[in-house]
Every structure is written in C-alpha cells, then in structure tokens.
C-alpha cells in the first residue's frame, strides 16, 4: 500500500508555486500536476480561505478545433495583495 499525501500538503506545494510566481498564468494541466487531477479545482478554492488567505484569480475562455468541436480553457493566477 503507498503512501498518501495528506491534503495539506498539496495545498502548501500549491501555495508555494503560486507565490513563487506571481501574476503568472498557470493552465489547469499545470496545476493538476502538482494538486492532483481530479482534486486540483479543490485546493485551488482552499487557498481562496484561511490559513492561507490567498487572492487567485481565473479567466476562461471558449476554444473550437478544426473540426468545430469546442471545449473550455481557463488559467489561474496569484495576485498579491495591496
């Protein structure tokens, strides 16, 4: 059986790769490589709360492929308070 990682774990490397980089954009995959695939959007909205009170911002977007299908793109980034 492995060993799991606690979720306050996750949510501290998330925290410290969004503080590390500012205003930068971070694309879902990149988020889900650290947080988790299917948990990713949760620790997103945990560092939203205290302890770590951090302000994260979204903007998304509609894409269309060649074929006409269509499917959603978001990037996520941590603005520093004033």
């Known amino acids: 059986m492995g060993r799991t990682k606690s979720a ?3 949510c501290d490397r998330l925290a410290s790769l969004f503080r590390a980089h500012p205003g930068r954009r971070f694309t879902w995959r990149e988020l889900a490589s650290v947080a988790g695939g299917a ?3 949760t620790r997103v909205s945990d ?4 302890p770590y ?4 911002r979204n903007a998304w ?3 269309t ?7 959603r793109e978001s990037v ?5 308070s004033r």
């Open 61 to 63: 977007w509609v894409q």
């Open 47 to 50: 560092l939203r709360h205290p």
């Open 8 to 10: 306050s774990t996750i």
């Open 53 to 56: 009170s951090m302000t994260i």
């Open 39 to 41: 948990a990713w959007r």
């Open 65 to 71: 492929g060649q074929n006409g299908t269509q499917w």
């Open 76 to 80: 996520y980034w941590y603005e520093l």
